[in-house]
């Protein structure tokens, strides 16, 4: 349904704007304080302040009635409106369509960033009112998106009314949950009408008004509660209703109410509002005619009208009707009958083109189990899976599972449904399916389905020990479909507790699925186990890796037959490319899904990544570039490589090739929008890190914060501790150390850093690396000493992914403690050469220029600062080479080397400047103050000063051309937030048009390197 033109200039859609229910838009009474609050929250939305109001109620107590009244009557602009159904919570993005005014096929992420546009678009002349009406039945696609997009509005000129019965409703999401608690949130609870109110509303309805004191009677009765004080008004007699000593009988159900109205209705009206009923809260009377088989459908129309059964949606393409009420509806909906329902649900799904809404009326017509339908609906869902809508996915595993007549079966589906569940960022509505999953549920796919929900929820020890029991206890080669689902979430908890080269001999089984894989180790050939590697073919025992056929030494992978080694699983040979990941020789994977035995076919995930740079830590960067080397340029990679590219971009940030890691992970973030929740979090993350080593840090900072949100809102928890603690390093530097400790507590009080290495070491790195920006480098070390234990994970060889070891020799030297130091530089120096990183290397010889210095010996400080100062500049990492021109340039001042030291500061300065990087330039002004040279009274950098991290982020993509609309999309914001950080970005600068915000913006220094080590 699309938008229609409302009177007024407002845009509705179907399943609101009729809600007056049987009062009728004439006969609003009352709620003059609850009209006037929404007035004046209209009127501060309309000032560019978004307020979210909870109007709360039990049925029938007349919250619809409220707030279309208020809209009809106040807003002055854009109206965008939607309500839920109680049968149409299994259909994805229902409600958001609706908004809309199109069809959504996308994860909550990438539909919640479509809303912000129209709400953009709408907000430019009047405020935008956006209404959710029965939110406890709208579908939880629909509700993660909002709660998306709601936490983005930040300068925008919206009003969202958010209207449900119980605020408390264990069916709102929990992200949805806690905004509505918020305190910024407005909490409206609507209560029955009051005395007058009800006189008003019986002069209404009988002939003369009641007097007061039977007006009293009638309100105690009823509680006010407006359905049930008409409902009585119309069927007791008046003079019952004036005798004080006359019962007053209980009102009618609702049910009764609404069928004795259908009952007024001639034979063609009734069979059009029950067509209607069955076809949803909206549809178009064309639509509606045909299933009800009416050849004339406006008289019936017009009965249905004159008895506020269906309320007619005014538009400009084809007559479109709804239902004057959730209620009516629900109420013509349940008194079908079973015959009647499952006549029009079958004739309903043989009118539908399109296979989602054709299986959803077979669902709804279906009596007891139905294998057939059962087999389809599991069908399409592998389908939809394999194309990563895991969305609809989820839905229709829950349908089969519920129409299959096997226990076992069911279960089996169920557990389907939970993967899919989960990969759509449904953590919730996961451990609901998990929790009632059948007793004949096969106990290995029990375990792999609740290891990897725990493993979800960041309990990484449960995790291992339930999917070891799956493992245990699975049938080998019975379903491979299993066996690779259980190697995929063993592949994440070894990455979680730092052991890469597991994760490589999982990721291995996994893309093969024959279960051919053993609790630490692979087994191979005869099944013999390879302690700490692999047995293969003759038994012999493959250290570190794999020995296959000849017994030829695979390097933390596999070696099949005669071919090459191949790192980490690499297959090679002349064979055509498995779909979802078996990587051959002849290119990477071209389907996103792997197809697995039992014909299931699974989508994305972060299998692939997670095995490239797993390769990395390993230090086999040859086969891990070998497994992408069919990639095309980043521009030309297609979705389903985005696994491989994104990996690809991070093993060229570890090999410090950070501009090709930047344009890699930019176009993998751009693909991963349509990609599984977790690998959208973890590409947001590495581009952020990418672009704060770039010196990026605006757009670092909002691509972390982007991340941090999206990890909260859809349930990201066993990662949302690094996205964190990485986001507190750009506000840290910039002495911003509230919002970094901010972050940072987040991050340390996440109880998953307890059971994850992986996340304590990152925790660590970031608390430490606040403690030595802020002055405290013996706080640092002391953090980071204790991770030395981990000097041996092979997770942490790695130097350039967590430089823990750098900081830790840092801090050291500044904390006294040279000797100490040295002892961690001659261990992260061994690694560096051993690994060829340049950018470790500029980082040890700039600290053994510190550690020299502090000896006293200038001759061999010297020579390691220029040492440092030569490899850094090749780098392009401006931090980098501003600290090293820092120390280097302070330690020539104290030498009596005035003249360079003064050229290095004032380099120094300029970088620092730029990036806003506030306690190093402290740092820098004073080394300049005891050069004898006051800082420049301008900096170069004087655009970024004036301007908020937002807006100079948005100042910088709007220098390079992009539109409001594109910065939106890129910056995840509504186009009316870029403008308003634009406009001051603009007051702030002096300026009045882009042209000459270019200039602006082009004053900063630019730094030399080509971001690529020799």
Known sequence: MSATAMPGGHHGHAGFLGHAGFLGHTAFLGRAGELAGLRTLYEEASGGRPRLVVVEGPAGIGKTALVRHFVTGTARGGVLTAAGAENETSLPYGVLGRLLGRPV???????????????????????????????????????????????????????????????????LPDGLHRLLTDDTAVRLRVGGLDVADVVGLSARLLPEPLPPAAARRLHAHTGGNPLHCRALLEEVPAATLRRADAPLPAPQSYTRFVLNRLARCGPPARDLVRAAAVLG????????????????????????????????????????????????RAAVYHALGPVRRTALHTRAAAAEDDEY???????????????????????????????????????????????????????????????????????????????????????????????????????????????????????????????????????????????????????????????????????????????????????????????????????????????????????????????????????????????????RARAGGTLRFVHLVALGHLGAYDEAFALAEGLPDAPLVGPQDVELLL???????????????????????????????????????????????????????????????????????????????????????????????????????????????????????????????????????????????????????????????????????????????????????????????????????????????ARREPKLARDAYAEALDRVTRLGLPFQQARTELDFGAFLRRTGRRAPALELLRTARSRLAVLGAVPLLRDCDRELAACGAAPEAASPSWARERLTPQEYAVAQLAATGLTNRRIARELVLSAKTVEYHLSHAYAKLGIRSRVELVGCLAAGPTWEGSGTAD
């Open 105 to 171: 096929h996308a994860d909550p992420l990438t539909a919640g960033a479509g809303l912000l546009e129209p709400l953009g678009e709408m907000q430019r002349r009047e405020p935008v009112v956006l209404v959710v009406d029965d939110a406890h039945w709208a579908d939880a696609p629909s509700l993660h998106a909002l709660t998306f997009a709601l936490r983005r509005l930040r300068a925008d000129r919206v009003l969202c009314l958010v209207v449900v019965r119980d605020l408390g409703d264990g069916r």
């Open 281 to 328: 809260t909206h549809c178009t009377l064309a639509r509606a005619a045909r299933l009800a088989g009416i050849d004339e459908p406006l008289p019936a129309l017009a009965e249905t009208l004159a008895h506020e059964l269906l309320h007619e949606i005014p538009g400009t393409g084809a007559t479109g009707i709804a239902f004057t009420h959730p209620l009516v």
């Open 357 to 599: 809404p054709r299986l959803h009326h077979r669902v709804l017509a279906a009596h007891g189990p139905d294998e057939k339908l059962a087999a389809e609906l599991a069908d399409c869902a592998r389908r939809r899976g394999a194309v990563g809508r895991w969305v609809e996915a989820a839905p229709l595993l829950r349908h089969a599972a519920a129409l299959t007549a096997s226990p076992r079966e069911r279960g089996r589906l169920d557990c389907e449904a939970v993967e899919a569940l989960l990969f759509d960022g449904r953590e919730e509505e996961a451990s609901s399916v998990v929790a009632g999953l059948p007793d004949a549920t096969d106990t290995a796919v029990r375990c792999c389905a609740r290891g990897h929900l725990a493993l979800v929820a960041g309990r990484v020890g449960q995790a291992r020990t339930l999917l070891d029991e799956a493992w245990r206890l699975r049938t080998p080669g019975a379903d491979p479909g299993l066996e690779a689902r259980i190697a995929e979430q063993y592949v994440m908890v070894h990455m979680m507790t730092g052991h890469a080269s597991l994760c490589c001999r999982w990721a291995d089984t996994a893309r093969r699925g024959d279960g051919s894989a053993g609790v630490g180790g692979v087994l191979c050939g005869d099944g013999s186990a390879g302690v700490g590697g692999v047995l293969c073919g003759d038994g012999s025992a493959g250290v570190g890796g794999v020995l296959c056929g000849d017994g030829s030494a695979g390097v933390g992978g596999v070696l099949r037959g005669d071919g090459p080694a191949g790192a980490g699983g690499a297959w090679h040979g002349d064979g055509p490319a498995e779909a979802g990941g078996a990587w051959h020789g002849d290119g990477p994977a071209r389907a996103v899904g792997a197809v697995r035995g039992d014909g």
């Open 647 to 853: 990996g690809r971009g991070t093993l060229n940030l570890y090999t410090d090739h950070v501009a090709q890691a930047r344009a890699d992970l930019e176009s993998a973030v751009e693909l991963a929008r349509k990609g599984p929740v977790p690998l959208r979090v973890i590409a947001l993350a590495i581009l952020a890190k990418t672009e704060f080593l770039c010196g990026d840090w605006d757009l670092a900072e909002l691509h972390w914060e982007t991340a941090s949100s999206v990890a909260a809102d859809l349930g990201q928890r066993w990662i949302a501790p690094v996205v964190h603690a990485e986001a507190a390093l750009p506000l840290a530097a910039r002495g911003a150390f509230e919002r970094a400790d901010e972050h940072l507590r987040h991050a340390h009080g996440a109880p998953v850093v307890r059971e994850s290495t992986m996340l304590e070491i990152f925790v660590t790195y970031g608390r430490a690396f606040l403690a030595h920006v802020r002055g405290d480098p013996a706080t640092a070390a002391r953090l980071l000493r204790p991770l030395l234990v981990h000097e041996d994970l092979d997770f942490t060889a790695e130097t350039t992914n967590i430089p823990w070891r750098d900081l830790l020799a840092d801090s050291l030297l500044a904390a006294g403690e040279p000797d100490e130091a040295e002892k961690v530089l001659d261990a992260l120096e061994e690694r560096a050469v051993r690994r060829s990183r340049a950018s470790t290397l500029a980082a040890v010889h700039r600290m053994r220029g510190a550690l020299y210095a």
